[in-house]
């Protein structure tokens, strides 16, 4: 079956303890993409990578990292979480960087820094 | 960041009644993308809008592309309690795409 997949789905840690969101994709997309979604503010692009060891800012990067070191996956690192990263996150991927109506997003997974 | 504005920004609706949602921006977008957003689940794509003034349809679900290449419109008609969830548009320009801020729909029987 053709998916992304998040892990974990739900995450609660403490503020500075270094954590590692995987996401991982089975169509062979070039594309892929962090999204965080927060009440009232829709989903707003973290970070983009448009093939392997390519890896581009989208709107909100601060206090987030990415690497591509391979098609398929595509680990979002928060190397010293705040509180205020607390959000709903989604992970996606699309055939390439100019096909984005056919993004198939993850499941989500919901962190909470206390 | 850059957001599309998108309203009305919650809808509460009976069972069989017609749904209208707009998304603004100061913005142009090649693409007009609208997803839909079950509780619990990622974004899943609608409709694709790929030139101004285009109107497509998929099932109950029509949208078009506005003229000026700045907004776009979502229409449901004879909702049904599965309708029910945030709906969200995004436009495509080059390599980003930016989304709405969601407009959350509740259909009653």
């Known amino acids: 079956e053709a998916q992304v997949t998040q892990n974990p789905r739900y995450l609660i840690t403490v503020t500075g303890k270094k954590l590692t969101v995987t996401c991982s994709q089975n169509?062979?997309?070039?594309?892929m993409s962090w999204y965080r979604q927060d009440p009232g503010l829709g989903l707003r692009q973290i970070y983009y990578?448009?093939?392997?060891?390519?890896?581009d800012k989208g709107d909100v990067p601060e206090g987030y990292k990415v690497s591509r070191k391979e098609k398929r996956n595509f680990p979002l690192i928060l190397e010293s979480p705040s509180p205020n990263q607390t959000s709903l996150y989604f992970c996606?991927?699309?055939?390439?960087?100019?096909?984005?109506?056919?993004?198939?997003f993850g499941p989500g997974t919901r962190l909470t820094v206390t | 960041g850059q957001q599309l504005n998108q309203s009305p920004q919650s809808m509460f609706i009976q069972e069989g009644e017609d749904v209208s949602m707009n998304c603004t921006s100061s913005?142009?977008?090649?693409?007009w993308l609208w997803y839909k957003q079950d509780p619990g689940e990622g974004p899943v794509l609608l409709i694709a809008?790929?030139?101004?003034?285009e109107l497509t349809s998929n099932g109950r679900l029509t949208a078009q592309f506005g003229i000026t290449r700045k907004d776009s419109f979502l229409n449901i008609s004879a909702s049904i309690p599965s309708d029910v969830g945030i709906y969200f548009c995004?436009?495509?320009?080059?390599?980003?795409?930016?989304f709405g801020t969601g407009t959350r729909l509740q259909v009653f029987p």
């Open positions: 169509m062979n997309h070039e594309y």
């Open positions: 990578s448009m093939n392997v060891e390519v890896t």
């Open positions: 809008l790929y030139k101004a003034g």
């Open positions: 913005s142009i977008f090649n693409t």
């Open positions: 995004a436009g495509q320009r080059a390599d980003k795409l930016i």
């Open positions: 996606a991927s699309s055939l390439s960087g100019t096909a984005y109506h056919e993004q198939y």
